[in-house]
């Protein structure tokens, strides 16, 4: 019977309950220095000097190190043709954003690194800031003298046909608004150079192998020369892919000074200098028939991508691949700007375009079904692209496997009681009551492993008869130690105590990606269970040659391999590995898994919200979530992340935002102005796994890891707008704050 499918516990959790996790700020190091920034306070501003003596005095404080200080290339522009957009390690003679690293102190402790950082100063001449990006567009302010703000877009006539047949056009300016983070561990780092002339890097990174590639190219030092290792990760969700030029900064001056160093940032630098998610304008319209048969979509982004050029340069080119969602829709045209402002820079953030895109057009779905004065389900039931028309290539270019959007829609009605919510909805206005209660519906398609990037994996029976598992994946809470111990166990029979899943020490694993865009388990578990399946090929073929049996006849188990019908004849572990090896036949396969595309998992999220019409307050009353991210492995810890997702979905739709003054100084630099969600703004979710297997890897299995990010926003949107549209409200802009709700109603 096959472990696959089954609610197996955690491996990691123990040791975490227990206080035993291994992170960066646990490292203790011989001797180290503390690294602590000077961090610009202008959003835009030149400088000549920087002025160190004064931190230099303090007590403990060794180094302060300005850009002409360190050896390190910059970071390259994430748009080619705009070498300009380089982000510089330390600034140079220009800061862009508030936060921007000018100088780094390195001190015998913490608090001297601190001290010392207080009191470098530079010069700074301030010029006027661009905040909004739709002003950025006009280059009245540029960030980057001689060029222009702009630093990607698309190029596209507009259709003049494009509503032809359409007896109705809505049209709306939605604000997906600018979002921190805020993992619960900020950035981390530690830098020690071994004696053999190498340099160890402990960081805390969803892409060990990614965040190397960086380091040398930066430092202009041999591969060889370097070694990642990620340790327990207390947070990523996007961010932590990024290589920021603090990291290159600390190695550099760990390079320098020969000395280890420690760095852990605080929260309030960690608001400013862990990239920011989201922060899209879309400028939409979408046209229908009568009878609410979709005829055309059109969806212009406007992306700040913040001061550099980083992935928020090309955040809209998912947003626009996505943008056709799970419906039939003859015609969609789409396009994008991306342009930069005196803003923290834009990046992956959990979902990484795709919730923008759903958000887009589900909204837009119940703004049109309000103005057809139709059921937002009918309208959905009536456009949804139906099973037999997998797989399909949409109108943007989405390649999209499999699908049953039609069942998810009628599940999550089923399970959620849409027609009763519907009926007490209706006492509630008859009733004029206090408390009006919205019902929000979005059908959701998103795209995992994105560009069906390839993956490393290797599975290895040691001597003793004990079997490792290597990934290229760096997880971060996903539960890879469980995950990988359940595909290595069910190829061989061996137990999951037998099993060790080594990732993130680019020393052990020779290659790999990472850990983003819910990609893990369709690449790397599937190159691990592969792995698995040619080590457990070789046992059979051991096994057999000493049991003088047929391969066809081993069965491998816990104990190791045996005739079948004859367990008592067994060869343990132990000696198979060992005569494997002594016929140059190692039980030990390495392989990478390169599927030919990405996957589309989908689903619908129903939301029931209750607004207080007189204070504008909105209360969570239900959510119910049907995911489909075709067979499940382990429905413990596919759960587990719909939990997380649905509730930074819902943080969005109500709560998040983070906001900057007209000079570019930030309003919500830390957790009493910028609100995120915690237990009492939730419910308890009901979850409905629906699985429709993939054809693009032998697993049949999908991403999960953003899904609820993805369709609990919109569901949300909805149901409050739902909740007050008999009020005469269409809409409302993200986070559906009180004064808002209450501004609109009045």
Request: charged share 20%; proline share 6%; glycine share 10%.
């Amino acid at each position: 019977m096959s472990i696959l499918g089954s609610r197996v516990v955690r491996r990691e959790d123990p040791s975490l309950l227990r206080g035993e996790g291994r992170y960066v700020a646990n490292l203790s190091l011989d001797r180290p220095l503390f690294a602590c920034f000077v961090i610009s306070p202008f959003a835009h501003a030149t400088f000549s000097q920087i002025t160190i003596e004064d931190a230099m005095a303090v007590p403990g404080v060794r180094h302060v190190l300005r850009a002409s200080d360190l050896t390190a290339k910059p970071i390259p522009s994430a748009i080619r043709d705009r070498p300009d957009g380089a982000r510089p390690i330390l600034a140079i003679d220009r800061v862009r954003y508030v936060g921007e690293p000018v100088a780094l102190v390195l001190a015998d402790s913490p608090e001297a690194a601190y001290d010392g950082a207080e009191l470098v100063y530079a010069d700074f001449d301030p010029l006027d800031a661009v905040i909004d990006p739709e002003e950025a567009l006009t280059d009245a302010t540029r960030l980057f003298p001689g060029g222009s703000n702009v630093f990607s877009s698309s190029q596209v006539e507009p259709d003049p046909h494009l509503f032809d047949g359409a007896d109705v056009v809505v049209s709306e300016r939605l604000i997906n608004q600018r979002l921190a983070p805020c993992s619960l561990e900020t950035r981390a780092m530690a830098a020690v150079p071994t004696p053999d002339g190498r340099l160890v890097i402990y960081s805390s990174t969803q892409s060990a192998h990614g965040l190397k590639r960086t380091l040398t190219r930066c430092l202009d030092i041999d591969d060889d020369v370097i070694i990642v290792r990620a340790l327990d990760v207390g947070g990523g969700f996007g961010a932590k892919v990024t290589v920021y030029p603090e990291d290159v900064a600390i190695a550099a001056a760990a390079l320098k000074t020969g000395r280890g160093i420690k760095w852990t940032e605080d929260r309030g630098r960690s608001m400013l200098g862990l990239v920011h998610g989201r922060a899209q304008i879309q400028n939409v319209e979408l046209g229908a028939t009568k009878d609410g048969t979709l005829v055309g979509y059109r969806l212009h982004v406007i992306q700040d991508c913040g001061a550099y050029p980083a992935f928020g340069a090309v955040l809209p080119t998912l947003t626009c691949l996505m943008a056709q969602g799970t419906y039939a829709i003859p015609k969609v045209e789409t396009s994008y700007v991306s342009v930069a402002t005196n803003t923290t820079p834009i990046s992956a953030y959990r979902g990484a375009g795709r919730p923008e895109a759903a958000a887009a057009i589900e909204r837009m779905m119940d703004r049109l079904a309000l103005e057809l004065d139709m059921d937002p389900v009918e309208l959905r039931r009536r456009n949804l692209i139906p099973k037999n028309a997998f797989p399909l290539r949409t109108q943007t270019g989405a390649n999209y496997d499999v699908g049953d959007y039609l069942l998810a829609l009628d599940s999550v009605c089923e399970h959620a009681g849409y027609a009763q919510l519907r009926d007490e909805q209706r006492r509630r206005r008859v009733n004029q009551a206090p408390l009006q209660l919205g019902i929000g519906v979005a059908v959701y398609v998103e795209i995992t492993n994105g560009g069906g990037s390839s993956e490393y994996g290797r599975v290895q029976v040691q001597d003793d008869g004990s079997v490792l598992a290597y990934s290229g994946t760096s997880p971060h809470g996903q539960g890879h130690a469980t995950a990988w111990s359940m595909l290595v166990a069910n190829e061989l029979g061996v137990s999951l105590d037998q099993v060790q899943v080594i990732t993130g020490d680019t020393d052990l694993v020779p290659r790999g990606v990472g850990t983003f865009g819910s990609r893990s388990l369709q690449t790397g578990g599937v190159a691990v269970a592969q792995a698995a399946r040619e080590v457990s090929i070789r046992a059979k073929r051991v096994a057999a040659a000493i049991l003088e049996a047929s391969e066809a006849d081993i069965q491998l188990g816990i104990g190791g391999a045996f005739v079948h019908g004859s367990p008592s004849m067994t060869i343990d572990w132990s000696t198979l590995a060992r005569r494997a090896k002594e016929i140059d036949d190692p039980l030990d396969i390495s392989l990478d898994f390169d599927p030919e595309d990405a996957t589309f998992p989908f689903g619908a999220h129903l939301a029931v919200v209750e607004v207080d019409t007189e204070t504008g307050q909105t209360q969570l009353v239900a959510l119910t979530a049907v995911d489909d991210a075709g067979k499940i492995l382990n429905p413990l810890l596919a759960e587990g992340q719909v939990h997380g997702g649905l509730a930074q979905g819902i943080a969005q739709a109500l709560l998040e935002e983070f906001r900057y003054g007209d000079d570019g100084t930030p309003l919500t630099p830390n957790f009493a102005d910028y609100s995120v969600i915690s237990a009492p703004e939730l419910t308890s979710f009901t979850l409905i796994h629906q699985e429709t297997p993939t054809f693009m890897n032998p697993l049949g299995a999908k991403g999960i890891g953003e899904s609820g990010t993805i369709g609990a926003t919109p569901a949300v949107w909805n149901a409050v707008i739902d909740a007050i549209s008999h009020r005469g409200v269409r809409h409302i802009n993200l986070p559906l704050t009180p004064h808002k709700i209450v501004e609109a109603l009045n």
